[in-house]
Structures are given as C-alpha cells and as structure tokens.
C-alpha cells in the first residue's frame, strides 16, 4: 500500500471511533483526527474544492496532509481521498498550507514542504515551496524537479526558516506568489514572486512589512481586488493587545490598499481585524464563477484547549461558515453564504415585541440561524442568550451606552472562557443579528455583516434554550429562527 493510501485506510477504519456530542452539522471538519488551515480553496469545474490541512491519524497536530473535500454549494460537503501526504525529501515533515489555480484545464497546487534539520525537531528547520497537478482534480502528482522555490531564493532581511504558505493568483499573464515571513527580528512581512511558467520563479520585493504592533510572523497571506482597492489578509502571530482588541494569541487582519504589482509593493491607509471572536485563523479567499469572492477560516484558534481532543473524541477542529466579501463604500462586510437560506427549517417569529427584563422563547435547539432587529428605546443593553441551561449560557450582549458588542462564554460549558467585544454603531437607531449556532460554534454577523464574531462553545446537552433580555425597554423590531438541517 502507498504512503498516500495509508491515511484513506486509516481513516475509513478508524472514523467508528468518533464520538459526536460535539460535531457540527452545517460546518465542515474532518472526517477523523485533526484539521487547521483551509488551503487550496477554489472552483474548479462543476465542484468547489477545499483542502485543509489534516493529521489523520489523532486529533492533534502532526505531520500535514492535504484533506480534501468538494461542494456544489459551499454548504453540503463531500470528503475525497487525501491529496497530499508529507512523502518526499522536500516535505518530509509536513505538507503545510498552500493555495489552488487552474491552467489548462488541470488543477495546481502550491504548498509549502516543511523539513526538520535537526533529529530534535524543535525551531531546526527550513521551508520550500512546491507544486502538485491534477487533471480530474482527486488525483495529484507532486512536480518532479520540486521545490519550485527553495530556501536559497529567500532575500536578504527575511527568515531563512518562517517561510511558508504560499499564495498563487494570476494578473495579466504573469503568476504571482505572496509567502508568509519575518525580518528575522520578530516583524511580520508578506514576500512576492513571479513567474509566467508556474514553474521558474523569480523574486520581486517584500510586499509589505509591518511594526512591532502586528505580529512576530505572517502566515497565509491572501488578497482581494476591487475595482478601486486592493485587500491584502494576513495572519498575524502574536499581535500586541490594544484596548480590547487583538485579544487572541494570533489575529488575522487586513489592509486595505493598492497593489503596485510591477514593483512588488502594497500600500495601505490602515488596518482591521476580519473577525472580532475567539476561534477564527487563516482566512483563505476563492473568487467563484459568479464573481463572489467568498472566504472561509479554520474555526479554532492555536494555544487554546481544544475541547474534542482532550475529551478523546478523535477529532478537532472546523471550518467557519463561508462568508462572501463584499465591499459598500470604504468598507469590506462579510456577509454569510447566501446557499444557506435552502437549508431553513421550522421558521419561529416574532414581531413588534416590547422587551424589558428576560424571556425565554418557546423554541429552541443546538442547530439554528437566527435574524433578529432589535430598537433599544430606554435600554441600557440588551441582547440574546444561547445555549442556555439550568447553569449553561452564552451572552451575545450589545450595550448602548459604551456602544459595545460582547460576545460572552463565561458559562458555555466545559471550554474556554473568556469574551471579546466590538465596537458597534446603531443603524438608524436599530442593531441586526444574524446568528449561526451549529452544536458547538456560534457565529455573528453584526449590522449585515459589517462585523463578524466566533466563538467555539461546549455546553452541556440540555443547554437548549434561547431567550432574550433586556436592562430597560427595548423593541424587538424583529426575530426570526430557523433549525438549519441539511438532510
């Protein structure tokens, strides 16, 4: 049996031994053991394809594979065999996070082959960049002259190690690369490189370089082109706390900006979070055939306790709701992926309600979309619990006077505690929630997506209930709910 058939064999004796008290119904994870970073996220013929990189064999981090899975829809997803596994001399350690293009008809890969230098495997280590095909898009062969950018075309005033990452998009007919790197003096920078073969690559610049404030390291750069900005995402390691923001151990950020392609460099006016939560990290972005630039994240967060494993359920981690990128304005929204309204079941609504103190509702659940307007009147704050129980509660809190969103987990159950909070303007003397709650995640997308916040959630199995809650008179302009079931 190959190497690459190994982890497809394990998998499929060994997913009898998932326990599901905590597995999400709408949300993709994978089959078995462990997942992080989405990779490779593109639509290629009648599928969208997501890759993700994958531990197959326990639900913690280990050598990377490439998972793999496809959708019509972005919702109901399909899992394929694993498409690439850690194999040769130039990723022996791992097969880390890459992106997706197709030329020709077939499907490319680019990925970064991680390898330890040293037997002990601790910070020894060096990072190459390297390339897979495929012509049905299942089945990939790595590139038989790899790495297609070795460690020796890595510039001066740039980590020789943290090299990784890389990002392939296409202007004209030149092919770019954006690699996640440092300066090695712990500031974080994206590098660029060109090529018009895909297969020789040459250096151009250091795109961008940030400060002391945005992180020791960039992973997983990304970007986005209007017609008039360009959005560059990172994920930046170890931001600098700054008011009660940049909370997380790592943040993932964007700059808006322009793109000067032909020098290499990206200037931008400022910077902001992609997600205020607790558990959201290495966005990655695919224009569709419609045009939607549509972008998903791995829905945990490094450092944290990771409930799934620790419980022994042989599996961790998830992907984030796919959310489309849409730029009014000056501002980038993100805004949940429209498929999901076929999914609706049970509609609940109420209308008009005057609110003041606490109420629960006569439906509940632990699989749902929530739509909800709110008009605070004489309301100090107010907002709506989920996953409520006898001692269990999440609290999505909005408080008018300090015009602050809270998303609170203090009593969600058995996970990370904690809360993160957003500033948050009325719209027209009105706030609208939208709400995803999928048995262990909680996602919302404040004021039409002008905000987002995630959070993973442990609650006990009678932590059903919703309610709503007031510190003074509040309309509830509208509330709606639906279960979201996919079968």
């Not at 959708?71 to 065999?81: G, Q, R």
């Not at 979309?369 to 709110?374: N, T, Y």
């Not at 107010?382 to 129980?389: A, E, Q, Y």
């Not at 408080?399 to 904690?418: A, Q, V």
Request: glycine residues 8%; contains cysteine; proline residues 4%.
């Amino acid at each position: 049996m190959s190497k690459i058939s190994n982890p497809n064999e394990f998998i499929r004796r060994s997913k009898v031994k998932l326990i599901p008290m905590y597995r999400l119904k709408y949300h993709l994870m994978g089959e078995y053991g462990w997942i992080n970073d989405p990779n490779g996220f593109i639509q290629f013929k009648d599928n969208y394809h997501l890759f993700y990189q994958h531990y197959p064999y326990d639900a913690v981090w280990g050598p990377m594979h490439w998972g793999h899975a496809v959708s019509k829809d972005l919702i109901k997803w399909t899992y394929l065999p694993i498409a690439l596994a850690p194999n040769k001399d130039y990723d022996r350690d791992g097969c880390f996070s890459g992106s997706a293009i197709e030329k020709n008809g077939k499907l490319y890969l680019f990925y970064t082959g991680h390898i330890y230098t040293k037997k002990e495997k601790n910070d020894d280590y060096k990072q190459v960049q390297n390339m897979a095909i495929s012509a049905d898009g299942i089945a990939f062969e790595k590139y038989e002259k790899n790495p297609i950018i070795d460690d020796k075309q890595i510039p001066d005033k740039a980590s020789k190690k943290d090299f990784r990452d890389p990002r392939i998009f296409k202007i004209g007919d030149t092919y770019y690369l954006l690699i996640g790197s440092n300066d090695e003096h712990g500031i974080g920078q994206v590098l660029m490189y060109k090529s018009i073969d895909l297969i020789k690559w040459e250096f151009v610049n250091i795109l961008l370089k940030g400060n002391e404030d945005t992180g020791i390291n960039w992973e997983c750069p990304d970007i986005v082109r209007f017609d008039d900005r360009d959005i560059l995402f990172v994920s930046a390691q170890y931001m600098r706390p700054n008011g009660i923001y940049f909370k997380n151990t790592h943040s993932s950020i964007y700059f808006m900006g322009e793109l000067n392609s032909e020098e290499g460099k990206f200037t931008y006016e400022d910077y902001w979070l992609v997600d205020y939560g607790f558990d959201f990290y290495a966005p990655q972005i695919s224009v569709d055939k419609n045009g939607r630039i549509i972008m998903i994240a791995w829905m945990n967060m490094w450092e944290t306790d990771l409930v799934t494993n620790r419980l022994g359920h042989n599996w961790a981690g998830a992907m984030t709701l796919p959310r489309e990128v849409i730029k009014i304005g000056e501002e980038i929204y993100f805004k949940p992926i429209s498929e999901i309204v076929k999914y609706r079941k049970n509609e609940y609504s109420l209308q008009d309600i005057e609110l003041n103190g606490e109420v629960n509702l006569e439906t509940n659940g632990i699989c749902y979309e929530i739509d909800a307007e709110f008009e605070p009147q004489d309301a100090y704050e107010f907002g709506v619990k989920v996953f409520k129980g006898k001692c269990e509660e999440t609290v999505l809190l909005y408080n008018c006077r300090e015009r602050l969103f809270t998303f609170n987990r203090e009593r969600s159950g058995i996970g990370p505690k904690g809360e993160r909070k957003a500033e948050v303007e009325l719209i027209d003397g009105r706030l609208r929630l939208n709400i995803f709650v999928d048995v262990s995640s909680v996602e919302v997308f404040i004021n039409g997506g002008k905000k987002v916040m995630t959070g993973r959630v442990y609650p006990d199995s009678q932590s059903v209930n919703i309610s709503l809650f007031s510190n003074g008179l509040c309309k509830v302009v509208n509330f709606k709910k639906w279960d979201i079931g996919l079968e």
